[in-house]
């Protein structure tokens, strides 16, 4: 499967900004997704996660409250909305999907998005 993520922009702090991601292929629906997120001088981090039901959703707790992922099967993308951003959450921003059940970890995940940048002013 390829992922194309986009969405990402320059935002004030306290602003939102929803990201998507397109899938390609016939089986986007057989694939667990995930958002993950790499800051300047860090490591890549898990961000949320959804099932591909979306019955079950994971989310880092810096995010928890703030970030909502969702999913749409028949249109092959999965979305981030992100909510009262700060300065902690520029990164950029890689969508990945992962065979069978809901990861968090990126190890788990075998596709990967080019990567969308997220800047939050404040």
């Known amino acids: 499967v390829q992922l194309q993520a986009s969405g990402g922009g320059l935002v004030q702090a306290g602003g939102s900004l929803g990201l998507s991601c397109a899938a390609s292929?016939?089986?986007?629906?057989?694939?667990?997704m995930g958002w993950f997120r790499q800051a300047p001088g860090k490591e890549r981090e898990f961000v949320a996660a959804?099932?591909?039901?979306?019955?079950?959703?994971y989310y880092a707790d810096s995010v928890k409250g703030r970030f909502a992922i969702s999913r749409d099967n028949a249109k092959n993308t999965v979305f981030l909305q992100m909510n009262s951003l700060t300065s902690e959450d520029t990164a950029v921003y890689y969508c990945?999907?992962?065979?069978?059940?809901?990861?968090?970890?990126?190890?788990?995940?075998?596709?990967w998005g080019q990567g969308t940048l997220v800047t939050v002013s404040s």
């Open positions: 292929g016939r089986t986007f629906s057989t694939y667990a």
């Open positions: 959804i099932s591909w039901s979306a019955v079950r959703k």
């Open positions: 990945a999907a992962a065979v069978g059940s809901i990861r968090t970890t990126s190890d788990d995940y075998a596709y």
